[in-house]
């Protein structure tokens, strides 16, 4: 049977919800915040998770975003803001559905059958998830190549998606210019360090709120940069 966690703070809602999910044969619980809801679902083994985006304290953005960080099941968001915005944001962060107060029960568990359809698929066909790198609102898909910062999408060239990635896989180690370029350019770095430069000036205008003060790439003067967590 599989597990479903609501997280949802309209005890009215959630309880509908419930009941249409238990009589399909679900196994269902409940948390109305923020909060417990994050750790239930990070402690429990779920199957899948509704999440609520409008939570008392911590809002289901921050919850889909730190649950992305250490599990893979499928997070369906609820909200009664219809803006694209929203939906852009919040699958960005890494939910695979949005779903629009209101809405009828039998769409929900519609949705539910179908995402954990199509989960065990990919887990029974030995496809892997894509390989992703959460770091403070920064997710770095590997497998995609695509990249967000805090839900929205930021695009990178070729050469500095991989510079980003490989730093951001060896996190607090320093690596100089020189070693960066042969690692990503795969060739001797004479005459062409100010390339490594460039990359990273265009990089961190892209991921940083404040480039002339680096939160995630960090120059280490004399040395190279390091990848902060």
């Given amino acids: 049977m599989s597990r479903i966690l609501i997280i949802e703070d309209e005890e009215a809602i959630a309880d509908l919800e419930k009941d249409y999910l238990e009589l399909s044969d679900f196994a269902v619980d409940v948390c109305s915040d923020g909060e417990s809801g994050l750790a239930t679902a990070l402690e429990g083994d779920y199957d899948l998770v509704i999440l609520d985006l409008m939570l008392p304290g911590m809002d289901g953005f921050e919850v889909c975003r730190l649950l992305r960080e250490k599990k893979d099941i499928p997070v369906l968001m609820v909200s009664a803001k219809k803006d694209d915005i929203d939906k852009i944001r919040g699958l960005g962060l890494g ?135």
């Fill in 95 to 229: 939910a695979d559905d949005y779903i629009t107060k209101p809405f009828s029960p039998s769409e929900l568990v519609a949705r539910v059958k179908a995402h954990l359809a199509r989960y065990e698929r990919l887990v029974g066909s030995g496809v892997k998830p894509n390989e992703v790198l959460e770091i403070r609102g920064l997710r770095i898909d590997k497998t995609a190549r695509r990249v967000s910062i805090d839900g929205e999408e930021k695009n990178f060239t070729t050469k500095e998606f991989d510079l980003l990635a490989f730093l951001a896989e060896h996190p607090n180690h320093v690596y100089s210019k020189e070693e960066l370029f042969r690692r990503i350019w795969n060739m001797d770095s004479v005459g062409d360090i100010a390339t490594v430069t460039v990359h990273i000036k265009k990089i961190r205008e892209k991921i940083e709120a404040d480039s002339s003060n680096p939160q995630f790439i960090e120059t280490i003067w004399g040395v190279g940069y390091r990848f902060r967590v």
